[in-house]
């Protein structure tokens, strides 16, 4: 039957109901009694088996069919049926213990539950415990996991109810067993278990608690003390247990359990000594209100232990009991110290009663006894009471309670809160140092521990709450000797748990004795963010707090990483990331590094680029120049360089560049800059070694950096740069490219520097670096013709910069721009006025001009001031005027006021940003020439530009620029007739070419003067007389003995002009530089002119028949020439007139017509037009002129005579017969015969007709009634026509001379008027009437105009273009 109905309750429902049925009736028919529990028995039996086939739908009837048969089962005779019968309950209640039968469970533990304890036997409390706990852990397990409602909670009271019932059946019958009971209780529900566990368990009824640990205590005093050794680690396992639980209750289980063991073990000596301490302790933790000797009980509480440890550690190290009480310790050290904060802990009135007076003391005291636990535990082997690692590989209880220990001292420490006093006291750092360091050492040994580990996780957060803590060195000390420990366990520290630890450090380092250390923790936590703009921000922080203490920062950032007891670990990639920030940093942010600090990071470096950035700020180092050096000799000789070793070229060519610019620099007084100084001043040591061979040396440092600069940039997308290269710092490109051009400007080397600013104009378009834009168009739109071999397309740029200047002048005044910027804008405002004036756009460049002038009177810092604006203002105003303007009104000053205008405000220069000096420089060397020019072609002398540009140029050592110079000045010195200066001025550029060296003067050989009375009496009347030309200028007869001295002690004269022109004896420089070429033919042609004034023109004819072959052949030399081009043609063409080819000088006059320069003089047409009018009426024969009536002009006639005016031609010639008998008296008109012509009849290069004319003809060269005057308001008025009056005079056997009254300054046309013999000075008082009067010395100061009469020559007609020397 009872198969039947096994097979029932594993069918259907129906079959299930259907055995239940059977059951039911079974049991009503049968009574109670062995037959009952057998057949209970076999139905529970087969209840098993169809559980274990997961018949768990019928689980309901299953417990009532168990409810049918339980109140009817009592115990056999046969202890075997009711041990089976208890442990089908236990099969069938741990089976039902599921989520999906939680409600059948619960149901029968009730059943069972409802059933008396019935221990047949002393082993059946085993399967009654069984199910107790496996309901309770059940119904708990379920409840943390939210699957049963919070009321299931009374089941686990049921539990523990139970559990204390069958404690009490236990000691009912007097089982003394007790071992396997506490060890069953210990692995499934006391022992190991979580805190949340034992929380669940103290929140119970303390009714409930009460029914379970009362008779269970009881149980255990009343057990056997045969085998208490063993069952010491249980005891103390459950001591622990209740510890927890009391923690949370408040019941002191703990003690209780302790009294009592102190009484069951008061045969083990040692076991009973250690229960006692451990009873004492928990006493001491278990306290409830402060008491005033705690300090002094838990410090005597912690020696005892001490001297247990030292009496019993050495004999017993290695036994068991030893070993558990150690693991205990930890274990109750550990919950202990386990708190979020005080405030929370049920520990917090002990950790309280440590604070106060006398902490040190205590918390010395607790660490001592840890440390003694720690020191001990290293013979630990094995306990029950060790945590259990889940990690395969570590077995070892060793190593989890060292590193525990170690915890719970940071732990103590962290909760210790000491006053300010207290922080000085060391004497608790000792024993905590050497714990933790020890910790640390084991744990390094652990295979266990991971990057996720909890014990690693603690020990780097405490050590943060350490280093946050710090608030004195004493407390800093402690934290530094645990960093060197702590870096052996960095491979398995988180990234992010490190950076918080290296952050508390960073700002702890404040609080560092040792600057050296601070400043490596400072690198380790700068070294950990991985944040470039963050990292490049925090390290200029660190250098900018640095450099407000008084120690000089003596390593980088990066160096003092590397030696960091605590270093970040870095990749490749973050290693060079940490350098850039730092290397840029220290550029950047720092404006003087200190030198120390620039070594470390060159030290430190990872290729030569920094090294050469570096290097700028190193100038004075010899030791980084050497290495430069030896990089740029690598570097040049390595047959191909990558990107950035063109790069690291450039910088280094730079860098020694400026260098050398720096060391030729000397310092040259202004007065010492005279012109009869210069030959001394060129002797002197330092200054006598300016020439163009030293240049040559810092012109190619300037051009390999352009040109390394140019491959870097140009090929940018065909050798992309890796990841691993620097970053490029393309400010310093920049800032270097923009120091190599300017060099080259500075030293006048005009195709090196217009690559160099083609180059930056072309990097900043691309980098939109607007103001490194402006300023390199502007050396573009300053030139009078762009050079077709850079084809830069300067509308396109011109146009881009107008709308950038757009966009910034509104902006100018916002404040978020710099001087320099503002300098930048303004002058690109006039040199664009420039350009537009030379495309013929006056208007706009006008409007241009006022702009400027309107935004810089907006800047109240330049107003008052001569800044570099005002000057460029001025300058382009001048520029437009003497070679665009033909004047109309007089409103606008003439060129030779602007040039006396300009000077001033140079004089006054105001140095308002870093730009202004160089800018200066630069307009200075425009200004020489183009001063020259205009000043030459009126006859008057501005040399003053050329003496502050000269004084400029030999102060910095540039050859080429002062060569300019004196080629300037001795254009100046030909005009008015200088011929010792002139001869001077040839030496010198001679010297400075390299030609010549210049050697000291011997004294002049003494020459007999001609003592001729007339020349003896006429100039000492000169020298009375201030109101006359110098006696130079006078047309005599008898030759100078100046000129004689001249002619014999010329060292030119014997030279051959051809070397300008073959280049045979010129040095390797000029031969290999075309610049140098042209200005060595312009030497050449200004030699050739002194010639010509000297009359020694043996080599004239072929030497201008060459230089016209050779400008033909080569174009490109005559557009280098600019302006000097029509000069030469001037000087030509009076050579022609000279030699009288007029049909030549003819050609060669309108070929100079011909010629359209940009920005050269108006004057030189106006010059060529006169020597073409002058060299035809010189062709016509004699007879051909016809006379006509002559205007009375204003006249200026050289060496005018104090004399009446009025006297008579004949007169004069009778005054010059006597004139050998007495002194002579100046005469301004006489007839005079024809001789050759004099040196002292050129004075006019290129304005003057210096042909000797045949017999028959008027000697053009002699003095006439000329006055030619540069003052353009003059000939806005209309000249009014005095009455005529002519005077007749009989004609001489030699021709008569001609004197005419004429004025072509700027026109050629004049109407003609009857002459008439008037006062040139009432002429000039009726016509002069100035609209404004400029407030300038140069005006002040002019002298009075002189009277001159005019006589009338009706046979000829001659024309001049002499101008009036200005003074």
Not at 451 to 480: F, G, H, N, W
Not at 1147 to 1166: E, H, M, W
């Amino acid at each position: 039957m009872t198969s039947e109905i096994g097979n029932l309750l594993k069918g259907s429902r129906s079959d299930v109901k259907k055995a239940f049925s059977l059951v039911e009736t079974s049991f009503r028919t049968l009574l109670d009694g062995p037959n009952a529990l057998r057949y209970e028995l076999n139905i529970l039996r087969h209840i098993c088996l169809a559980l274990q086939a997961n018949q768990h739908q019928n689980a309901d009837l299953f417990v009532d069919l168990v409810a049918v048969m339980l109140p009817h089962v009592v115990p056999h005779e046969k202890h075997c049926y009711w041990d089976s019968h208890l442990t089908s309950l236990r099969y069938i209640h741990h089976a039902l213990c599921q989520e999906r039968s939680l409600g059948e469970c619960q149901k029968l533990y009730n059943l069972i539950r409802s059933q008396p304890c019935r221990l047949q036997e002393d082993s059946d409390h085993k399967l009654y415990l069984e199910i107790h706990l496996a309901h309770f852990n059940g119904i708990h397990l379920h409840l943390q996991k939210q699957t049963l409602p919070l009321e299931a909670t009374h089941q686990l009271c049921y539990a523990l109810e139970a559990l204390g019932e069958l404690f009490e059946a236990m000691s009912h019958r007097k089982i003394t067993q007790i071992g396997p009971l506490l060890t069953k209780l210990n692995e499934q529900m006391f022992g190991k278990r979580s805190r949340t566990f034992f929380k669940s368990l103290s929140l119970l009824p303390s009714e409930s608690q009460a029914k379970m640990f009362n008779p269970l205590l009881k149980l255990l005093a009343g057990s056997s003390a045969s085998d208490l050794a063993n069952l010491f680690p249980e005891y103390l396992s459950f001591t622990l247990a209740l510890v927890q639980i009391d923690m949370l209750a408040s019941q002191q289980l703990a003690l209780q359990l302790l009294r009592m063991c102190k009484e069951l073990f008061r045969q083990e000596t040692n076991l009973c000594y250690a229960l006692q301490l451990l009873y004492y302790y928990i006493k001491l933790i278990y306290v409830r209100e402060a008491t005033a000797d705690f300090k002094r009980t838990y410090i005597d509480l912690s020696r005892k232990f001490q001297n247990f440890f030292e009496h019993k550690g050495a004999a017993h190290a290695k036994e068991q009991w030893l070993t558990d009480l150690l693991v205990a310790i930890q274990v109750l050290q550990v919950l202990i110290h386990q708190r979020g904060s005080k405030s929370q802990s049920p520990f917090e009135l002990f950790w309280q009663q440590f604070d106060g007076e006398g902490s040190p003391e205590v918390y010395a005291a607790h660490f001592q006894l840890l440390q003694s636990c720690g020191a001990l535990s290293v013979n630990i082997s094995r306990s029950s009471l060790g945590c259990t690692c889940v990690h395969e590989a570590c077995k070892s209880v060793r190593r989890h309670c060292i590193l525990a220990y170690g915890l719970c001292a940071l732990d103590a420490y962290i909760s210790w809160q000491p006053t300010q006093e207290q922080k000085a006291d060391r004497n608790p750092h000792k024993p905590l140092k050497e714990l933790v360091k020890y910790s640390m050492d084991v744990a390094k040994t652990m295979k266990c521990l991971t990057s996720s580990s909890v014990e690693l996780i603690k020990l780097v957060r405490q050590l943060t709450y350490v280093a946050d803590q710090v608030s004195c060195p004493e407390q800093m000390s402690l934290l530094l000797p645990l960093l060197e420990p702590l870096q052996q366990l960095r491979s398995l520290i988180a990234d992010q748990e490190m950076s918080g630890l290296l952050r508390r450090l960073f700002k702890a380092s404040g609080h560092c004795k040792d600057s050296s250390m601070a400043s490596r923790l400072q690198a380790s936590y700068l070294a950990s963010i991985t944040n470039p703009v963050k990292l490049r921000s925090q390290i200029g922080l660190h250098y900018h707090n640095q450099g407000k203490t008084e120690k000089e920062i003596s390593k980088c950032v990066f160096e003092w990483h590397e030696s960091c007891p605590l270093p970040y670990p870095l990749s490749a990639a973050q290693k060079k990331q940490l350098y850039d920030a730092d290397f840029l940093a220290v550029l950047y942010y720092l404006r003087s590094p200190p030198p120390a600090l620039m070594q470390s990071l060159i030290r430190c470096r990872m290729s030569d680029y920094p090294l050469v950035l570096m290097a700028s700020k190193m100038r004075n180092d010899a030791a980084i120049s050497e290495q430069c050096k030896a990089v740029r000799s690598k570097l040049r000789h390595q047959k191909s360089l990558s990107r950035m070793e063109h790069l690291c070229l450039g910088h280094i060519n730079v860098g020694l560049l400026l260098s050398a610019l720096e060391d030729q620099k000397t310092k040259v007084s202004p007065k010492e800059v005279a012109e009869n100084l210069f030959e001394e001043l060129l002797l002197r040591p330092i200054l006598s070694q300016i020439n163009i061979q030293r240049e040559q040396r810092l012109v190619q440092f300037a051009s390999e950096a352009i040109s390394s600069f140019s491959y870097f940039f140009n090929k940018a997308d065909e050798e992309p740069l890796d990841m691993e290269e620097t970053s490029i710092d393309w400010e310093a490109l920049i800032d270097d490219a923009v120091a190599a051009a300017m060099a080259l400007s500075n030293m006048g080397y005009r195709s090196q520097e217009d690559d160099a600013w083609l180059l930056l104009l072309r990097i900043s378009r691309c980098l939109e670096d607007r103001f490194t834009f402006l300023r390199a168009l502007n050396h573009f739109l300053s030139q009078n013709e762009v050079s077709t071999r850079l084809k830069l397309e300067l509308h396109e740029e011109v146009e881009w910069a107008e709308d950038l200047l757009d966009d910034l002048w509104p902006q100018l005044q916002s404040g978020s721009f710099f001087n320099r910027q503002h300098t930048t804008v303004l002058l690109c405002f006039c040199h664009m006025a420039s350009y537009y004036a030379r495309m013929g756009c006056m208007t706009t460049a006008q409007f241009l001009l006022l702009q400027a002038e309107q935004l810089r009177a907006e800047f109240p810092e330049r107003l008052g001031k001569s800044d570099i604006v005002l000057i460029t203002l001025q300058t382009v105003r001048f520029r437009l005027g003497y070679q665009h303007r033909k004047p109309k009104t007089l409103a606008v000053l003439t060129p030779l006021r602007q040039l006396d205008t300009l000077l001033d405000n140079v004089r006054n220069f105001a140095n308002l940003s870093s730009l202004d000096g160089g800018s200066l420089q630069l307009l200075l060397s425009t200004l020489v020439r183009e001063s020259t020019e205009c000043s030459a072609n009126r006859l008057s002398e501005r040399l003053s530009f050329s003496n502050i540009a000269l004084h400029l140029a030999l102060q910095a050592g540039l050859a080429l620029r002062t060569i300019e110079v004196f080629l300037a000045w001795l254009w100046t010195n030909l005009q008015m007739e200088h011929f010792e200066k002139a001869q001077s001025k040839l030496r010198l550029i001679e010297h400075c070419l390299d030609i010549r060296r210049l050697t000291p003067k011997e004294a002049p050989p003494e020459i007999k003067a001609i003592k001729e009375p007339a020349i003896v009496d006429l100039t000492s009347n000169m020298h009375l007389l201030q109101l006359v030309e110098p006696i130079r200028k006078q047309n005599m007869s008898v030759p100078s003995p100046k000129l004689l001295n001249r002619r014999l002690n010329s060292p030119n004269h014997q030279q051959h002009l051809d070397r300008y022109l073959t280049l045979d004896d010129a040095p390797s420089t000029i031969r290999e530089n075309s610049q140098l070429q042209c200005l060595f033919f312009i030497m050449g042609c200004l030699h050739a002119r002194l010639c010509f004034l000297q009359r020694n023109t043996e080599q004239l004819d072929e030497f201008y028949e060459r230089t016209d072959n050779r400008l033909r052949e080569k174009p490109e030399i005559s557009a280098s020439l600019g302006s000097m081009l029509q000069v030469q043609q001037l000087y030509h063409l009076n050579h022609l007139r000279f030699r009288q080819k007029h049909v030549a000088a003819i050609s060669t006059a309108q070929l100079g017509l011909k010629t359209r320069l940009q920005a050269v003089d108006i004057n030189f047409t106006y010059n060529f037009m006169a020597q073409l009018k002058t060299a035809e009426i010189e062709l016509k024969p004699r007879g051909q002129e016809k006379p006509r009536p002559k205007t009375l002009r204003r006249a200026l006639i050289f060496h005018l005579s104090p004399e009446d005016k009025s006297r008579s031609a004949a007169s004069s010639a009778s005054k010059v017969k006597q004139s050998a008998k007495k002194a002579p008296r100046f005469r301004i008109y006489e007839e005079l015969k024809l001789r050759p012509p004099s040196s002292a009849s050129m004075s006019s290069g290129g304005s003057g007709t210096e042909s000797t004319p045949p017999s028959d003809h008027v000697d053009l060269n002699a003095c006439q009634a000329i006055e030619i005057s540069d003052d353009d308001e003059l000939l806005s008025l209309p000249l009014k026509k005095p009455p005529s009056k002519t005077k007749g005079k009989p004609k001489s056997k030699a021709t008569e001379k001609a004197c005419e009254v004429i004025n072509l300054d700027n026109s050629l046309e004049i109407p003609s008027t009857p002459s008439v013999t008037s006062s040139a000075r009432s002429l000039r008082a009726r016509i002069r009437q100035p609209v404004e009067a400029p407030k300038t010395a140069t005006l002040s100061s002019r002298r009075p105009r002189r009277q001159v009469s005019e006589q009338q020559a009706p046979e000829t007609e001659s024309l001049s273009t002499r101008t009036r020397h200005r003074h």
